[in-house]
């Protein structure tokens, strides 16, 4: 589809490939995407969208779906940093002083703890989210984190807490791939970047939100009271809030354009038409092992894996450490929870900006560097400066907090350049592997009460991530130049409704690579 004022033809009942014998003729009629059941019904009829109503169907969607992810998501990072607020809370007091009596390094593994249960059910739960339906498995998933959050406020001991933070994890772990599935599902190429980083930047308003909301907790309990220790309260009110969301997700987000209740008949096909030119479709349940294989051989599922591992050392150190890590600038534990909300406006702009002029001028990769080099120069602050210049030591904290520029970048991507249902959820998984696997180890730098060398295994780590961003950008590059080659071959014939045939991202000439 070239532009959507143009007319489209609808899928046919059996698409064939020129070079594809007549079995697999056959089998791609019946593995095709789900999109093709949509218009089913509808043969031999055009479907055509003017600017015009493309305008006002975009904003319709983003009004019923946009408000949602981005306030789950949010909750989904407060969830997951909760812990840091109670650290300066009371959480590691003496029982006796309404604590769990956490000792050692045992605050350290309770991080890491989210991240095995992460780990543990990523690629499971990346499966259920290709055969169950989207919207609905992802409510389930949201109400359950806020269930097992809330029995945090009950635990009395170290164990408890490593069960409450496993299962945490494990509901968590739907969160991202299924966002990222959602924001490939709705949107096209050019819009992706943009929502991707609005969703996700609701991290930032969250750290502003937890900060302010544990920083009232804090002092409402020191002047009246409480029969219920401050860090419980902080579990409570997160738990509660996104049990309420999770219920409201569940009835308001569709799993899909053919169950949108929202639109009208006509509006869902023209919401499924408009995503033509993604060359992905809608959704696809059955699982292909080819694509797992081509997963597993393609380069730039490494480079994805490679990069969340190697940035999220960092995010997984700074994102339950936070609080401890301003109070070692010399601020107290109540001005901590304060002082830390900036960071999360920080986060905010920058990540809606890198996603914005990302899609403005097509190049996500090379623009979300600039938060990654603004960061590395904020640990610099931090690590150069010497202890008595706490103010510009905590700039140099909120300059940090335009890191997740880049991991937001090629999340979307992952929606984006990764086509084949099979595979965009095998390489989701991947990525949020290493995602986890980093965010486990990311804890474990943070030892004793001298950070630095923590602060210096950062640096290093984001410099090595930039290398790994210019070979994302290079490959993209050189498998375009390769495609459009095939597509210029004398008798290269496009396939009939190509688009909505589940191929791979590297099987379709016709797919190009978004920067």
Known sequence: MTSHSEKAPLPASSPTHSSQNAGEKTEHAQDGDEALKAFASHQGTVLEITPEENKRLLRKIDLHIMPLMCLVYGLNYLDKTTLSYASVMGISAPK??????????????????????????????????????????????????????????????????????????????????????????????????????????????????????????????????????????IFLVTGLLTITMGVLFLFVMPDSQMNAWWLTKE????????????????????????????????????????????????????????SLLI??????????????????????????????????????????????????????????????????????????QSSPTPFVALLSLVSTNVAGYTKKTTVAAMFLIGYCTGNIIGPQTFRGKNYVPAEITIMVCWSICLFDLLFIWWYCRRQNAKKALIRAELGYVKLENQEFLDLTDRENPEFVYSL
Request: glycine content about 14%.
């Open 327 to 400: 109070r070692s600038f010399g601020y107290t534990a109540k001005q901590s929870l304060l002082y830390g909300t900036p960071g999360g406006a920080v986060e905010i702009v920058a990540l809606i900006a890198c996603g914005w002029l990302g899609d403005r001028y097509r190049n996500r990769l090379l623009i979300s560097t600039s938060g990654l080099l603004i960061s590395i120069f904020g640990m610099a602050l931090i690590v150069g400066l010497p202890a008595s210049k706490n103010t510009g030591r905590l700039i140099g904290y909120y300059l940090t």
């Open 96 to 233: 006796v002083a309404g604590g769990i009596g956490l000792h050692g390094t045992q605050y350290n593994w309770l991080g890491s703890m989210f991240y095995f249960g992460y780990l543990a059910w990523e690629y499971p739960t990346n499966r259920l989210l290709q055969r169950l339906p989207l919207g609905k498995y992802s409510a389930f998933n949201i109400i359950m984190w806020g269930t097992v959050l809330s029995c945090f406020a009950g635990v009395k001991s170290f164990s408890g807490a490593v069960a409450v933070r496993f299962f945490l994890g494990v509901f968590e772990a739907a969160v991202t791939p299924g966002f990222a599935l959602f924001t490939s599902q709705w949107y096209t190429k050019r819009e992706q970047g943009t929502r991707t980083g609005i969703w996700f930047s609701f991290n930032g308003f969250a750290q502003i939100f937890g900060g302010l909301v544990a920083y009232g907790i804090a002092v409402g309990v020191e002047k009246s009271g409480s029969a219920i220790a401050p860090w419980k309260i």
């Open 267 to 322: 509006e869902r096909l023209m919401a499924i038409e408009r995503i033509r030119e993604n060359n992905q479709g809608v959704g696809n349940k059955h699982f292909k092992m080819y694509q797992l294989k081509e997963a597993l051989t393609d380069p730039l599922t490494w480079a994805f894996f490679f990069y969340a591992l190697v940035a999220d050392i960092p995010n997984g150190g700074v994102s339950n450490f936070f």
